[in-house]
């Protein structure tokens, strides 16, 4: 079996199903059977309009009617590109025209309610109640086929439409399958986007692939009242989950004792954590505030991964638990990692099991030893094809001419190392801060400043250049417009912690909640706000800057 479609017909059955729960708390369901049924109905249609191959654009609020035209996409052998609707903000409008002109899409697909609206991108709803089911042909599909494009994050450079094939999207959904040992999954909850490759893959797809039910919400519920998701898991008897460590960090900040004494999280067996730096803290906050409603210890299952592989690089195995150690700081930031009682904590990501991987130094001697820092390369079969329309890019970043596994290997981009078998993910190249000659990475500079005011919002860091080929470091920091008779305060307790924590002078910029960008999978954009930053279109409220990065700014303006 090469296909996607294929493994998922045989498992087509009225006993499994898709449950939506709306905003409203209404619920919708379609079953296996008429999930295939209507996907069908939408392939006989997109065929009908010659668009074999051709990628569509999928722009749909939260919910099944996204699942319906993602399959008949699949089923017609059309390339669906999953992306947010353009009204979620001008950020996302922007978005999807870069998307469309990138990848060349012919049509854009949408749900009735929003066709209107998307008029000016001629976006159709597609007719599937007019089409026979039962006329549908199926294509011809090989494992080198291309299922869908996933654009990245667009966090550190513009998107890029990955090309994930068939034979990439099994290979690594039976990885997550393997996870599970000799306890299958039965049923996932999630609220995580559609067009996030964890979403996509790590909840709608995993269903599909494992003949398992799925019962997900929107988003924008979770945000606003994030108590529904752990009661979705709780009411439904949910065994897996997937989160990215806000979820998990936003729950235990934000759910009451009254709530979580209606919850029960006792059937939970795997929560997954991923797509964005694992932080011990969060883990262990969020263990135990909800060990009372069942959640154990061993239910952790810290990964790493990345769209290029299609989702899953590492994870921990169902049952194993959480590996947290600690690393000496001044032998990290000279790329060593060094085990030291009181040092810097760093989350496991699991072992390397069916994909090879190899830690290479960046600059280009080779593999380096366990315990030493480099960048990340992965080979094997869930290695995606490459970029859309981007043969330099594809030829940089999947490097071809390796004796590996299958000839190819993935440079990540990201920083880590393996120690005992275990990888440990500590940043992205390109965000590395250099200072007098050690290596500084943003998300350590954010933890601490968040440490020093933990009321604050998000945090930036990255560094910028000094005419003697160093960096200053900058961090601009969400506060409440309410404290602005207290920016001062805040400025010094922010500043005291990282310059005690790091031994660096800072230049701080205090600015409104919502001004630190981040990508549509919530990732930090820190190279977006560097340029932000240094073209002064930033709007701070305070700010305390070193007098050459003020120097910066004025040369810039």
């Keep these: 079996m090469t296909d996607f479609v294929t493994h998922v017909r045989n498992r087509i059955s009225d006993d499994r199903e898709f449950v939506f729960v709306r905003d409203d708390g209404g619920r919708n369901r379609l079953t296996f059977a008429e999930l295939d049924r209507r996907a069908r109905a939408t392939a006989v249609w997109l065929a009908g309009r010659g668009l074999t191959d051709q990628p569509v654009l999928l722009l749909y609020p939260a919910g099944l009617d996204f699942t319906v035209a993602f399959l008949g996409c699949l089923y017609a052998r059309v390339p ?10 001008t950020p996302h409008a922007s978005r999807v025209r870069t998307l469309m002109r990138d990848a060349g899409a012919r049509l854009v697909l949408t749900d009735p309610a929003h066709a209107s609206g998307l008029s000016g991108l001629s976006a159709r709803v597609a007719d599937a109640a007019t089409a026979d089911p039962d006329a549908w042909t199926p294509p011809a599909l090989t494992g080198g086929t291309i299922a869908y494009l996933q654009y990245t994050s667009g966090s550190t450079s513009d998107p890029r439409g990955v090309e994930v094939s068939h034979g990439n999207l099994l290979h690594n959904l039976e990885l997550f399958r393997s996870l599970a040992r000799e306890r299958p999954v039965r049923r996932l909850a999630g609220w995580l986007p ?9 909840l709608q797809l995993q269903a599909l692939h494992a003949a398992a039910d799925l019962v997900f919400m929107s988003p924008a519920a979770f945000v606003a009242r994030p108590v529904r998701w752990l009661e979705l898991i709780s009411r439904h008897g949910a065994d897996w989950t997937v989160s990215p460590d806000f979820g998990y960090a936003w729950c235990t900040r934000r759910i009451t004792d009254e ?4 919850l029960d999280l006792s059937t939970l067996t795997m929560a997954l954590s991923g797509a964005e730096p694992i932080r011990a ?5 969020f263990e135990r505030r909800f060990a009372p409603a069942g959640f154990r210890p061993t239910t952790w299952n810290p990964g790493y991964g990345l769209a290029e592989c299609t989702l899953m690089v590492t994870c921990v195995p169902q049952g194993q638990g959480v590996t947290v150690r600690r690393f000496d700081p001044s032998a990290l930031q000279r790329h060593r990692a060094v085990p030291a009682p009181e040092g810097t904590p760093l989350v496991a990501c699991g072992p390397v099991s069916g994909l090879d991987l190899r830690i290479v130094d960046p600059g280009g001697s080779g593999p380096v030893a366990d315990g030493e820092i480099g960048e990340i390369w992965v080979a094997g079969p869930s290695v995606a ?10 030829r940089a970043t999947f490097r071809a001419g390796d004796p590996a596994l299958h000839g190819r290997w993935l440079r990540t981009g990201d920083l880590g190392f393996l120690l005992d078998g275990q990888l440990y993910v500590t940043g992205r190249i390109k965000d590395v801060i250099i200072v007098n000659g050690r290596n500084l990475y943003p998300q350590d ?3 601490a400043a968040a440490r020093a005011n933990p009321a604050a919002g998000r945090s930036a860091a990255f560094g910028v250049r000094r005419d003697d080929g160093g960096e200053h470091v900058v961090l601009v920091q969400e506060v409440r417009r309410g404290q602005s008779g207290a920016l001062g305060e ?3 307790r922010v500043m005291d912690q990282v310059t005690r924590e790091f031994g660096i002078p ?28 240094l073209s002064g279109r930033l709007a701070p409220l305070h700010a305390e800057l070193e007098p050459a990065v003020n120097d910066l700014l004025e040369t810039v303006a």
């Design 385 to 394: 094809l490459g970029y859309r329309g981007r043969p330099a890019e594809t």
């Design 445 to 447: 500079l954010e933890e």
């Design 194 to 202: 559609h067009y996030h490759d964890m979403g996509l893959v790590g």
């Design 490 to 492: 805040t400025a010094g």
């Design 281 to 285: 803290g969060t883990l262990a906050a």
């Design 80 to 89: 669906a590109i999953p992306a947010p609707l353009p009204d979620a903000g």
């Design 506 to 533: 800072l230049s701080l910029m205090l600015v409104p909640r919502g001004a630190v960008r981040q990508t549509t999978s919530g990732k930090l954009r820190r190279r977006h706000m560097r340029e932000l930053f």
């Design 259 to 262: 709530q979580l004494a209606g």
